[in-house]
């Protein structure tokens, strides 16, 4: 009978030791797993904030072609300007998007 009593302790011992390292490998990963996302996060933030300073810099561009365009003359001139100024509003929406991204 002791010896069926000591098999019980050690069992339970054994299954709480076990346990005890499955949460601490558990935490590890997740505390890893953490610092992955921030690391993520701070990057996206960081990637949007030059997407943005991009998608300026060419609409500014976009902007000065299109306003020179008025002095040339001819068919070609004004189509250019056309599809200049498309991809000038296409840019200024995606720059909105990117900017309300991070906001709730």
């Given amino acids: 009978m002791e010896l069926a ?3 019980q302790i050690a069992d339970a011992f054994v299954v709480s030791v076990v ?3 499955f949460w601490y490998k558990t935490d590890e990963k ?3 797993r ?5 690391e ?4 996206i933030r960081t990637s949007d904030k030059e997407n943005i ?5 060419f609409s500014k561009f976009l902007e000065s072609l299109i306003s020179n365009v008025d002095s040339i003359k001819g068919e070609l001139a004004k189509e250019i300007a056309h599809s200049a ?8 929406n995606l720059k909105e998007v990117i900017q ?5």
């Fill in 5 to 7: 009593n000591l098999l």
């Fill in 19 to 21: 346990l005890g390292y």
């Fill in 30 to 32: 997740l505390k890893a």
């Fill in 34 to 38: 953490e610092n992955d996302i921030k």
């Fill in 40 to 43: 993520l996060n701070e990057y």
């Fill in 53 to 57: 300073q991009t998608l300026s810099d």
């Fill in 85 to 92: 100024e498309v991809v000038k509003d296409k840019i200024d």
């Fill in 100 to 104: 309300s991204h991070g906001k709730p």
